[in-house]
């Protein structure tokens, strides 16, 4: 059953009202939700795996247990053990001319947060806002991805079971809803999917003026530098493409690799893509295309490549029945340029070109010549030049010698910049995003400002010279 656009508003204002009954949640009040949290994710591990798989075709529960519901109980098991020491005020020093005054910050719940979740990775891309929602001490309202239905469904119902309807939330439905959802008078507005769709919910949102935080994708390179161990450099970026089939907005989109070693790739990739996915054509642990139209996007873009020059090489063999219809196999791209449509769109699928450089500081100038991406990885040992690449470039993230993992870090902000996104969030900078940090001035109860009173005479000018020269 899908959400009508009239529902939102009544079940935006349900939320509201309970935030302003309550307004500032004690820890305990927030640890408890954190728990019903941490329990509708155990008990429902089962059920949210099988409706994640049937929604995709073939999503290997080992799949979804690792890169769903890991990082969702890890965050809000982070959430529970630091939660009570992020709420407490922050004491700040007053300036020098106001002592012995005092100074202090005060976090304090935004109120409503609205999470707008994609397809791709549906479980964690709700809980882990919503975690950092609720350890804030908001109330939350979610939009779900029309995209996974059977799952969207699900969380909505198991949310509703678990939750009252003035904690938490949760909408289906289709872009009509998503427009009308994005248009609603958050406190904060959190949402994660295309940068395209991205600017329209900026646009709904500034009609209220509510903060938005976009974690967008873009174009992530992964850097195979002079000195990395090549070995583990294909594996690990074979890894992070493979994984839900590249549909993964940190993905690594491109390879930009010294010239000589584009052959050794393709040997390595095809070796590692048989080692960890046996008969690969056919196998029940790698994940399919979520729908037909991903399908044919994935490969258009692929077929667009090799008609305007490219050479693809398959990862792997198709599958000798056609159990999976939508089972696209891994392919590797050569001779690709700047003006194939694979090279200006982000992938988001099992596609992966090689682009060569002749010097380290080529491809760092080829990173610098494009947008922002959301995430950079780079392969090397030399430390000198693993400084130079970070200094030089800029991405929402990095993981050296390795792929995906910097997301995973509770103690590392999440976010894109500039065409990849906006703001951050995960553990205590999620924490902080959605929340205000109140300034609060206590001014003492024997102080100066008096003698700074008009009528400006003679020991206002005396007073004012003192600040104006130690101030």
């Known amino acids: 059953m899908t959400d009508s656009t009239t529902d939102l508003s009544q079940r935006l204002q349900i939320l509201r009202t309970a935030q302003r009954a309550e307004p500032m949640p004690d820890w305990p009040a927030r640890a408890a939700r954190l728990r019903t949290l941490e329990k509708m994710l155990l008990e429902q591990r089962e059920a949210f795996a099988l409706a994640i798989n049937a929604d995709f075709g073939c999503r290997p529960r080992e799949e979804t247990d690792l890169l769903e519901l890991f990082p969702s109980l890890s965050a809000v098991r982070h959430a529970l053990g630091h939660g009570r020491r992020w709420m407490k005020p922050r004491r700040r020093l007053a300036g020098l001319a106001f002592l012995p005054a005092r100074t202090?910050?005060?976090?304090?719940?935004l109120g409503v947060i609205g999470i707008i979740v994609p397809w791709n990775y549906p479980l964690y891309l709700a809980v882990g806002p919503l975690v950092d929602a609720l350890v804030a001490g908001n109330r939350a309202m979610l939009k779900m991805s029309e995209f996974t239905p059977r799952f969207s469904a699900l969380f909505a119902e198991q949310v509703a079971r678990y939750f009252q309807p003035d904690e938490v939330a949760?909408?289906?439905?289709?872009?009509t809803v998503a427009q009308a959802f994005s248009a609603l008078p958050f406190d904060h507005l959190l949402f994660t999917g295309s940068t395209a769709v991205g600017h329209h919910v900026m646009r709904a949102a500034s009609a209220n003026l509510t903060p938005v935080t976009l974690e967008l994708g873009g174009k992530s390179p992964a850097i195979?530098?002079?000195?990395?161990?090549?070995?583990?450099?294909v594996e690990r970026i074979l890894f992070g493409k493979l994984v839900n089939a590249g549909q993964t907005c940190i993905a690594p989109d491109y390879v930009l690799l010294p010239r000589a070693q584009v052959a050794d790739f393709v040997a390595a990739a095809r070796a590692t893509a048989g080692r960890l996915y046996p008969k690969l054509g056919e196998n029940e642990q790698y994940t399919t295309i979520v729908s037909d139209?991903?399908?044919?996007?994935?490969?258009?873009?692929r077929d667009g490549a090799v008609a305007a020059g490219a050479r693809a090489v398959a990862l792997g063999d198709e599958a000798t029945g056609n159990t999976q219809p939508r089972r696209l196999l891994p392919v590797l791209l050569t001779g690709v340029n700047d003006t194939m449509s694979v090279m200006q769109e982000e992938i988001f699928g099992p596609l992966l070109p090689?682009?060569?450089?002749?010097?380290l500081d080529e491809a760092i100038a080829y990173v610098a010549a494009h947008p922002h991406p959301l995430a950079l990885y780079l392969f090397e040992q030399d430390q000198a030049l693993i400084d130079r690449v970070l200094t030089r470039t800029v991405a929402g993230g990095v993981s050296l010698n390795d792929t995906l993992f910097?997301?995973?870090q509770h103690g590392l902000p999440f976010g894109g910049v500039g065409a990849s996104g906006m703001g951050g969030y995960h553990g205590e900078a999620g924490f902080h995003t959605f929340s205000h940090l109140k300034p609060v001035f206590r001014q003492a109860r024997f102080n100066g400002v008096g003698l700074l009173n008009p009528p400006y005479g003679a020991r206002f000018k005396r007073m004012l010279g003192l600040l104006l020269k130690r101030g």
């Open 104 to 109: 202090e910050l005060r976090p304090q719940p």
């Open 170 to 175: 949760v909408v289906t439905g289709d872009a």
């Open 224 to 233: 195979i530098g002079p000195g990395a161990r090549f070995e583990h450099a």
């Open 293 to 301: 139209r991903q399908y044919q996007r994935i490969a258009a873009l």
């Open 354 to 359: 090689l682009v060569p450089y002749d010097s």
């Open 406 to 408: 910097h997301i995973a």
